[in-house]
Structure formats: C-alpha cells, structure tokens
C-alpha cells in the first residue's frame, strides 16, 4: 500500500531512522485492532473486549495518525454510529463511541459530504439522555484583564499578565509580514525589558519571564546581524534597524547570566541556536563563575540545568571547555582527601559532590564525542566509583546511566528547524527574515545519532571493568559488607542495568490471539507482580513506597492483571486474628510457621492506589462479590488510620467507580458494520462465542446478587457501627444496576431507614428508595396530536383563534396553558382527557405542527398486580402522607399551588427563620415561569412590603423573589406579556420612595461628634455621598454585572439606536476607564445582537478604529481584540482603506 493512499500519517515518523519498519508494524497493528474490534462485536463481547480493543484505537491514532485507507476510515465511523444504535448500551462504551468519532471525524478535509450521511437520530438520542441525566446549570465566566505598562514592576499581576499576553503572539511580535513589520523593531529592547522579571522573590513572575524568553528564542536566530547594513544594500529602513539592533544579543545574554549568577549567589549565602560567538561568551561567563568555588545544594540543580543545556547546544565545544578542567578538579580533590573518610566512613565532601554533578551532566553528551574523551572518563570513574556517601554515589550511577545511554541511545542530534546555513555569509542569507517565518517540515533533514562500532566497544569495556566486578563482590562478600556498601554496589549495577537497556535485544516472537485469553502477560510477568505486591506491604516505609509505585505502573501496563493480586488481598482482609498495631500500620504480609499477622492497611493502601490507578474499578463482579463487603467488615476499624483510609477509599470509588453493566447485547445493525469492518465469522465460532457470553451473564448475576445480599446482612448486624453502616450502604448505592431486581429485603431496609436517628442514612436511603421508585414506575403511553385535534377533545376550538404566526408572549390560543381560570377535573375521566403539556416552550412563542405529550392514564398498580418490591413500598406508605412527583405543568398541581398561594397572604410572623422559609417555598414557584400570571402578581405586591423589613436576611429572601416575579415582564417583537406584574410600574413606584427617603435624609444632622451636631454645607454632602457609593465594591460587582446582561440581551432596534448613541456619549469621556468599558461592551453586544445591528455596522467600525489610536495601551489593546472579531465573524469587512490605515 502506498503512503499516497492513506488518509493522514503521522508525517513526523518519516524522519525517524526506521521509517520502513515503522509503516509494516503500523499495518499489521491497524489489521489486528480491525479484526479484534469486528470479533468482539459479533460474538456479543461489549465488556471487556469492546473497550480494551477501542482503546488500542486510541493509542494507535495517537502515534500513527489516520494510518489508514478513506475505505477503513469510513467503515470505522459506521461502525461506531452502529454501536451507538444499541439501546441498552452502557455509558462507558457510549463515552468510548463518541472520543473515538470525535477523532475520526475530526479532519472533515479528508470526508467529503458525498462520502458519509450520518442519521443524526442517533446522536440525539443519547444527547437527551446525557442532558436529563445531568440536570446543571451552565453559567458565563468574564475575566477581567488590566494591562500597565511592562516597566511597572510594582505591580507583579500586571507584568505577568502582559507577559502571558506576549507570550501567545511572540510570533507576530518577530516576524516580517506584509501587514505587520515593526514587531522586530522593539524586539531587543523587549527583552532587556523584561529581565527584571526573574526575581528570587516571585516564582510566578520568574517563571512566566523564562517561559516568554524561551518561547522568543525558539522563533529567532540569535546572531549579530549589524555587520549586514554594510555589508548589503537591498535592506529597508527597517530591517537596518532591526540588523543594528541585534548587536545587543551580546549584552543581552551577559544580563541573562548576570542575573541568573546573582540570584545563585544569594541562594548560596547558608555555606535554541547559538553562533560560536555568542555560544563561547556563555562559556567562558559559566567558566569564570564556575572556577575555584563550589556551590551550595540548594543551586546544585539550576547550574546543572545550564550546563546541560549548554551540553545540547554545542557539545564539542562545551566538553572542551569543561570537561578536562572537570575531571583534574575532580583528581585534585581525591588526590588531597583521605580516602578512608570517603570509601569506609561515607563522609561528606561538598566541593567533591559540586564536581560530580558537573561531571554528571556533562557526561549527558553525544556518544561520539565522548570518545574522544574516553581515558579521563574511566579515570574519574575509577577513583569515584568506591565512594560510599550516599548522596555521592546515587551521582556516579547517574553518571553511570548517562554514559550507557548516551553511547547506546538512538537519538536527534540536532534540533533546531533552521535549514539554512547560518555561518554563511550575510549576503547570501540575513537570519532577520526568517525570524518567526513557518517550518517545512518536508524540507528537514533530521540527523540522528546511531551508535558505531566504538561506541558499542566502549559499552562493553565499561560493563566488563564496572559491572562484573560489583556482582562478583555482592555473591562472594555480600555478607561482609556494611549496609553503605551494599547500598552502594546495588544502586550502581541498578543504573548500569538502566543504562544497557537498549543493547538487549528485542523478543522476535509474533503475538497469538487467543479467544479464551485470560492471563494476558506471561508467567514471569506475574512472578514480578507477585513480588511487587510482597514488597509493597513490607514493613519498611521506603521500600513500601517504591515498591507501590511500580506495581500500579505494571499493574496499569497490563489490562487486568490486577486480578493477579485480588485473591491474595481478599486471603489478607479475611484473616481474623488479631496482630499488633505496629504490624497493620507498615503493612507487612508475613507468613511464619504458626501466626498469620494481619495486614489489613497495607492492603488498603494497595486497594486505594494513586492518581492514575484504581484497583477497584478494574475488577470483575466475581472479584467485587468477595472484596467489597471486606472494605467495611475490615479488622482494626477502631484505630484512626484504618478509619481514614476506609473512608478515602470511599470517596475514591464515589468518584471514579462506574457501575458495570451486567446485560449487554449487541444488534443487527452493529453486527453488520462489524462483518463490514472485516469479515464474518464462522457460524460455530460464533456459537461457541455466544455460549462464553451467557455462562458469563450467568456468574455475574449470580455475583451481583450474592454482593448485595452480604451487605445487606453486614448492614443489619448489630454488632457493627454507624459509620461502617454508611459505608455498607454506600457500596450498596454504588453497585445498583438497573436491569438486575434488587432483592426484596434491601429495599425493606432502606425503606425502613427513612425514620433513622442518624441524618446521613436518611439522607442515603431517600436517594436510594428514590432511584427504586424510577425504576418501578410504568412507562408514560405517549400521544401525538395536533392543536386542532387537542382542542376539539377539550371542546374549546370555536371560542379559541389559533395564531400559526410568530408572536411570543401571551396570546388568546395559549391562555389555556396558565393557572388562570383553571377548572381541576373532578372525575378519573376528565383527568385522563385533560391534556397537560410540561415543556415551557409549547405555545410561548409558537405551535408545532404535531405535539407529543403524555396521557394521563397509564398503567396503574393495584393489590392483585403489583409486583413484592412495589408492595414493600406501597405497605411502607399506605399509611403515610404520599408525596406525589413534582412536574411541570402548572395545571397538574393546582391544588400544590393553592397551599403556596396560602403562605403568600400568611400574616403570622413567629421568627426570622420561619419568614424566610416561607418565602423560600414560593420562590419555588419559578418552575412555573409565565404560567402563573396572576399568582405573581399577588406575589409582587405582597413583597414589596418587605423591602424595608428590619432583618436583612428577609429583606434579602424578598428581593430574589420579586426580581423572579418581575423577570417574566419582556417587551418582545411582535408579541406582548401583559399579563404578568410591570417593571415600569414598579420602577416608578421604587423612584418616589427613594425621593422621600433623600429629602429626610438632608433634612437630617450629617455629622453627630459626642451628641452634638455639626452641620455641612450641600456640596461637601454631595461629595461624602459620592465617595461612599464610589467605594462599595457591591456597586461595582453590580454595575460590571447589569453591564454583561444587556450586553446580552436581544435587543429591539428602537433601543439599540438609543444604546449605541449612548455608547458614543460615553467614549467621549476623559477617563480611559470608560473608554475600555465601551470597547469591551461593544464586543458582547454586537455578538449577541449580530443581525439586528448590522445598520450600525459603520458607526461601530468609527468607534472601533478611533480607539486603535487611543494613547491608552489598554483601550488599543481591547481595541484590536474587537476589532479582529468582527473581522472573522463578517460583521465588518475588510477594506483596502483599513489595512492602509
């Protein structure tokens, strides 16, 4: 198959140096997911083969890209609309179908319409379902941003802000293009300017500088260009001043390392291209800094990093300059210490610990220059490798690692995109032009370093003379030596052995599929997990520790290999003897010849795994039946640490845990996009797969029910407290699955917890009975209708004009959808005709054609046909006052209602509390929305007696509950809501009382000073009372809010001629300020208004080019946001005279 057949590649591996056997493993990889997602399908495998193999997917577009034919492609996005089609399909597999369509249809250059008709029914299905299940509001966020001046290092936030801000458009800020070339200009400037930002004082303000400069230094070459203005005659003005400008770089980079040098100085008080010019400047600075003194620990790492960054981007030359003068420093010392002191006490030599770090990262070179240096590097290793001291000899394996891997990795030697020669001369090439210009990736010519002959030898003349003799010490003397020098010989073999990794060769044996495949990793695999297991619940904390870390790292190579070391825990968690604290608290699984000890908190810590690890979600309904009633039951739940563990376990499984789904099958259609992916199996195979699928469904039923029924039995012991209760019914919540019956004695025990003392389990069992209601309730019988139609049975179609036209608000023909006038049935028949619609929208602001709404009849359970787990709960609140569901229609709960209406004219006040309860039930009265006109009208003039209530808190109740019973009042085109409670109205009525409270108020002595008052004259008042409401930040918070929602509101054409008028008015003023605040509102208005407001579009445009000139950097910066927006939405359209302008 040829490249040109394939969709998209990953064209980045077309420079790897295995290119070719990298395209065969990409095909027989995409073959074996091809064939293994089209078997699980048509043997009716959804879980685990569905999504482990759809993972394999995922993994295989990440590294190879759309490795595949337009053929494959397609038939890969049919075959995962066909799974969505499913009707029982679990989340999990849902979430799978829609990441992985997601990718695919991602690049719609490469699918044209002709080629793929997706019915969307599909999709929207399960839309539906995701929205109703997750029932959140979804709200706007603004960020404010204010921008100073970068010089203002007194304020940090505005320089890290306008840093960040530069960072994104470092590009523009260096490139020439035909609209934009000035950016160069004041680029060297830029950067002396920023300097002062890495500060030792701020971290944020450091590391956002750093991120700036590197992200400047990756878009330019660094050389000095001066020397081209005499050189070359075709320059502009502009790029003479920019090639002049460049002979700053020199004095940049002494800057750079000026204060990077300073600040590990004061840190020391407690004891990506490069010329050979500017690169040997940096060198000799680091030298002379660097020579005749060591640093403190604490800079070790950040003069480590410049090296070895000084390692990557000229080798040659920086191993000339450091790495003689770091090994004779290094013989130096050893040479003038005594030796005892380092190889048998381990004392500590910080000038010595200085060198070697240096060493280290110098040794972090390319292979073949080492070479050259190969005498002076085994010296140093000689002379250091017997050192004890810990710190020092985790170094000199490092050491030992980077060397192995520098000589045996494979690895790009050069990694600057810059094609050009940059040591030619100026006439032929200018490196200012290419500056922030884009890459040709195909015009790369990628080097790789390749390890030869002589490095190899190296390889294994270092292995003989380092290795061999460690191992032979640690099989003859092992017992001999100090824990220091065992310690020591096997840290050094460990990181050697790392280091000569990439000379093991690979295991040539081909993968066999096997259907009946359950140990997926071989014998050996699973001797190491068992190992890692015994050593992460040993009783030393460090090997503990190290020891977890690598099991969850194996445990998550390995797709279910965790049911490897289930048995073990659950053998462990089942032990009843007792052991002593100590034991359970580090963790140790101890098999002696007479005691068991138990391990219950090492096992737990296992259980609850680390941040990308969780046993617990991974294993089969086989392994849950037996490992989740140990959780709550564990020994030693009285001690504070197995307490805790416990309950974080059980906040981890409330996060990540997803209830597996039990019944699973497949259909038709997906069966046939999967033989279409493929090819069909054969009829036995694919009985003999439907025969595994059944036994399958059969044991986790059977399990499933045998873990119910053990929680239930812990949960009623008596013998166990409150809080494992609550975790037995946690469990019990977490493991609910709807298509398997709950047992009869759990739903009588949650029913029965309802009255429970303890409020937590009330709060359980009322989320838990409810869940059985939703499940036991008989399907709604559903009908379609017209308007005609339902008006007809109801008997009102000649006294109603049906309005087919666009007029939203209130109408003739949807006033039957309110509470006004509304006549409750009285007989079962009436109720059943009455037609209820509890969509909002229906008839608001027009008629469907057709509307489906539920009837009220629908099957209803009696004595004789309802089934136990109904019965348990009929029996339970036969007795009771049944609450019946809250819905939508107002009309169904008319006599709900009534008893809100009573607490509106209520006039018993007993406290605080019970009047703002009260107030809180009728706010609730807004699921209504427009169809309670006459209930919020009662509302409105009942609470406005409240705003001068003497409690705030009731005075608080008050406002919300009038702002809702105001919020329905809308002036709407071509329609009206004069039903509901006026703004106008109240606004008037709203302005005459403050005009009184205002003249009592000047009436009033301003200023009383031991009870005598002083009076003021008017303009001092007025000036107090502007500064008192200048300075409340609740009137600022409220002014930027009602700023946003008109901003986004719809508006009609007569208020936006009077808003953008008043905009004008407003940028008028002198303060800048309000400047910004026009530009920022212009943005959210024309947005939400894009087409009425396109007759404004000039005077929006002046607004817009007058405040690119503004002579505030933060209106021109607002500006030119706006601006390029209503450029890429067509709202303005670029003209030759703007980009003149």
Not at 72 to 88: A, M, P, R
């Amino acid at each position: 198959m040829h490249d040109r057949e394939l969709q998209k590649p990953n064209f980045y591996n077309q420079y790897l140096p295995f290119n070719e056997s990298i395209k065969l493993q990409g095909f027989k990889i995409f073959d074996e997911i091809r064939e293994n997602l089209s078997r699980t399908i048509q043997l009716n495998e959804l879980h685990p083969g569905f999504s482990f193999w759809s993972k394999e997917l995922q993994r295989f577009i990440y590294l190879y890209r759309f490795y595949f034919t337009k053929i494959d492609h397609l038939k890969l996005i049919n075959f995962y609309l066909s799974i969505l089609s499913i009707t029982d399909l679990h989340y999990t597999n849902v979430e799978i179908c829609c990441n992985l369509l997601s990718d695919l249809l991602r690049k719609t250059h490469l699918i044209t319409r002709d080629d793929l008709i997706i019915d969307w029914h599909k999709l929207y299905r399960w839309v539906k379902i995701i929205q109703n299940n997750h029932d959140e509001n979804y709200g706007l966020v603004t960020l404010s941003n204010f921008f100073s001046s970068i010089d203002n290092i007194t304020e940090p936030y505005r320089f890290t802000s306008i840093l960040k801000c530069l960072t994104y458009v470092a590009r523009q800020i260096v490139q020439q293009t035909s609209s934009y070339y000035h950016g160069q200009i004041y680029l060297l400037p830029l950067l002396m300017s920023v300097l002062p930002g890495i500060d030792l004082n701020d971290s944020e303000k450091t590391l956002t500088t750093l991120k700036f400069l590197n992200t400047i230094f990756s878009l330019i070459v660094c050389i000095d260009c001066s020397s081209a203005v005499d050189i070359r005659n075709d320059l502009t003005d502009i790029e003479k001043q920019v090639c002049l400008s460049t002979n700053q770089f020199e004095s940049f980079i002494i800057a750079f390392l000026n204060q990077v040098f300073r600040i590990i100085e004061i840190l020391s008080t407690d004891i990506s291209d490069d010329t050979l010019i500017i690169d040997d400047l940096i060198q000799e600075k680091i030298r002379i800094f660097l020579s005749g003194t060591y640093i403190s620990p604490r800079v070790r790492g950040l003069v480590s990093a410049l090296i070895r960054a000084m390692v990557g981007g000229n080798p040659i030359e920086t191993l000339r300059c450091f790495l003689p003068q770091t090994c004779e420093s290094i013989e130096k010392i050893m040479n003038n210490i005594n030796t005892k002191d380092l190889f048998m006490n381990g004392t500590e030599n910080l000038e010595l610990i200085w060198y070697l770090s240096i060493f280290s990262e110098l040794i972090h070179a390319r292979g073949d220059i080492l070479l050259d240096y190969k005498r002076i590097i085994m010296t140093v290793f000689h002379r250091c490798i017997p050192i004890i001291h810990k710190d020092s000899c985790r170094i000199m394996a490092k050491t030992a690692r980077n060397l192995l891997d520098s000589l045996s990795d494979i690895y790009p030697i050069e990694y600057r995109l810059t094609i050009e020669n940059v040591d030619e001369s100026f006439i032929k090439f200018l490196p200012i032009r290419i500056w922030g210009q884009p890459v040709n990736f195909d015009q790369n010519q990628v080097q790789y370093h390749i390890p030869n002959a002589n490095e190899i030898d190296f390889i294994c003349e270092f292995v003989d003379t380092f290795l061999y003799p460690e191992l032979t010490l640690l099989n003859e003397k092992s017992l001999e030596l100090s824990n220091h020098e065992r310690l020591r010989s096997l840290t050094f073999i460990y990181h050697i052995a790392l280091g000569c990794l990439r000379m093991v060769p690979c295991i040539k044996s081909e993968y066999e599929f096997v259907l009946y495949n359950l140990k997926p990793f071989t014998e050996v695999d699973k001797q190491i997990v068992d190992k890692l297991f015994e050593l992460s619940i040993n009783r030393y904390s460090e090997v503990r520790r190290i020891a977890q870390e690598e099991l969850f790292s194996v445990l998550n190579l390995y797709t279910f290999s965790c049911n490897t070391i289930i048995d073990r825990i659950i053998e462990i968690l089942n032990t009843k003897n007792e052991a002593d604290h100590d034991q359970v608290k580090v963790g140790s699984y101890l098999l002696n010849l007479f005691t068991i000890f138990t391990v219950s908190q090492g096992c737990l810590y296992i259980l609850l795994g680390n941040d990308s690890f969780f046993l617990l979600k991974n294993i089969t309904w086989a392994k849950m039946e037996k490992l989740w009633p140990l959780i709550p039951s564990i020994n030693h739940t009285e001690k504070l640490t197995i307490q805790n563990l416990i309950q974080q376990i059980s906040r981890k499984i409330k996060k990540e845990f997803i209830t597996k789904g039990i019944i699973q099958n497949t259909n038709e259609e997906s069966i046939r996009t999967a033989v279409a992916l493929w090819r069909p199996l054969e009829s036995n195979e694919i009985q003999a797969g439907y025969q595994v699928h059944e036994e399958q469904y059969r044991i986790n039923i059977e399990s499933y029910n045998n873990l119910m029924e053990k929680l239930y039995l812990f949960l009623i012991r008596n013998t166990v407290t409150w809080k494992q209760q609550q975790i037995a019914m946690l469990l019990m919540t977490y493991a609910f699955e709807k298509h398997i019956p709950i047992l009869n004695c759990c739903i009588q025990t949650f029913v029965d917890l309802l009255i429970h003392d303890n409020i937590e389990f009330r709060k359980l069992a009322v989320n838990i009975i409810a869940g059985v209601c939703r499940l036991q309730k008989p399907k709604l019988v559903y009908e379609e209708k017209s308007l005609n139609e339902i008006f007809q049975n109801n008997g009102q179609l000649s006294t109603i004009n049906i309005n087919d036209e666009h007029h939203p608000g209130d109408r003739d023909d949807n006033v039957w959808l309110t509470i006004d006038g509304y006549v409750p049935p009285k007989t079962q028949i009436e109720w059943e005709q009455t037609c209820f619609l509890d969509k909002s929208f229906h008839g608001f602001n027009t008629w469907p054609k057709i509307i489906k709404y539920a009837i009220n009849k629908r099957e209803c359970y009696s004595r004789t046909n309802m089934s136990e787990q109904v019965a348990i709960l009929y029996n339970q609140f036969i007795d009771g006052n049944f609450v019946k569901r809250m819905i939508r229609d107002p009309r169904r709960m008319y006599r709900t209602i009534q008893f809100l209406c009573s607490l509106i004219n209520n006039q018993i006040k007993v406290n605080t509390l019970t009047e703002t309860s009260r107030w809180y039930l009728i706010q609730q009265l807004s699921i209504f929305q427009w169809r309670i006109p006459s209930i919020w009208c009662s509302i409105n003039e009942h609470v406005k007696k409240l705003l001068n209530h003497s409690f705030q808190v009731v005075r608080d109740r008050a406002v919300t509950v009038l702002s809702l019973s105001l919020s329905f009042d809308l002036t709407l085109p071509r329609g009206n809501m004069a039903r509901q409670p006026s703004v106008d109205q109240y606004i008037d009525e709203i302005r005459e009382q403050l005009l009184q409270v205002i003249e009592i108020y000047e009436k009033t002595p301003p200023i009383s000073i031991s009870d005598k008052s002083i009076e003021i004259d008017s303009e001092f008042r007025q000036m107090l009372d502007f500064i008192d409401t200048a300075n409340n930040d609740l009137i600022k918070w409220n002014l930027i809010e009602s700023r946003l929602c008109v901003g986004m509101a719809y508006l009609n054409a007569h208020f936006l001629e009077a808003l953008i008028q008043q905009l004008e008015n407003v940028y008028g003023s002198s303060t800048w300020h309000a400047r910004q605040v026009v530009i920022e509102f212009i943005q959210t208005m024309i947005f939400s208004n894009f087409f009425n407001a396109r007759s404004y579009a000039n005077r929006i445009h002046n607004l817009v080019f007058k405040s690119l000139v503004d002579e505030q950097l933060e209106v021109r910066i607002i500006a030119s946001k706006t601006l390029s927006g209503l450029y890429q939405c067509g709202y303005i359209p670029v003209t030759d005279e703007d980009l003149v302008g």
